[in-house]
């Protein structure tokens, strides 16, 4: 095991036994909870390395980066997320590439989604994004419009809605993003008894911020710093 291999084993326990932790404190079981490792900016030979302690989540922001790894790692056994903000005209680059969108937050793009993963013939898995704080600069959709979206993903059959995912605003205090958190437990609960289904997946917290996350619901954490650590800058 090479150095850097076993530096990613050793941050990857510590955060996976920190995500047991708030599991158990919210009386939950820690398999519900999974850890998708953020590692965009990060080279491909992380991700292998990584994958090779036993990591399947991987999570990329940036369609042209995400492609380029996934052709570099081909044959990894490793589950694709793409997290980032989509464009809807680079739609086509994503659907059938990843084995969950998170960041679904218009009725453009999830159209765009649906009309390739039906070229693709199959059925990409989505979560819509919802912007709890109404953050102008941030993605995902306004609570208000939520329901009219989900309504038309479940009309759209190339796409298959699982849940929510939000980002809140940046806090120094972990405990002050709770709230939003508890809100799209709560939209998703809203949501289930209205469309008649269950969204199994709320994707919610972060490096800094997912021990309430985990004791809110989460059942998807998105995680880099804490694994991979500082990322490189952007080219």
């Known amino acids: ?66 492609l380029a790894k996934q052709d570099e790692l081909a044959g990894l056994n490793v589950n694709w997320h793409f997290i980032g ?22 009725s453009k793009l999830a159209q765009a989604l649906h009309k390739k993963a039906v070229s693709l013939d199959t059925v990409q898995d989505i979560l819509i994004q919802v912007n709890i704080a109404g953050e102008t600069q941030k993605s995902g959709i306004m609570v208000e419009k939520l329901p009219g979206l989900a309504e038309a993903v479940l009309g759209m059959e190339g796409l298959r809605l699982v849940g ?46 997912f021990v309430p996350a985990v004791q809110e619901g989460a059942t998807l954490v998105r995680i880099g710093t804490r694994i991979f650590g500082a990322r490189p800058p952007r080219d």
């Open 164 to 209: 929510l995912m939000t980002m809140p605003p940046f806090f120094d205090d972990p405990e002050r993003a709770r709230p939003v958190f508890a809100r799209l437990r709560e939209l998703r609960g809203g949501l289930e008894t209205r469309l008649g289904m269950d969204l199994p997946h709320l994707s919610m917290g972060m490096t800094g911020d």
């Open 85 to 106: 903000g989509l464009q809807s005209n680079k739609a086509k680059y994503v659907a059938g590439k990843f084995a969950l969108v998170h960041s679904v937050d218009s």
């Open 1 to 66: 095991m090479s150095l850097r291999q076993q530096e990613l084993a050793e941050r990857r326990a510590e955060v996976r036994e920190a995500l047991a932790e708030a599991a158990k404190q919210a009386g939950r079981a820690p398999e519900d909870v999974t850890l998708v490792a953020v590692s965009k900016l990060h080279p491909a030979s992380d991700i292998r390395d990584l994958a090779a302690t036993g990591q399947t989540e991987f999570g990329e922001n940036y369609v042209q980066e995400a």
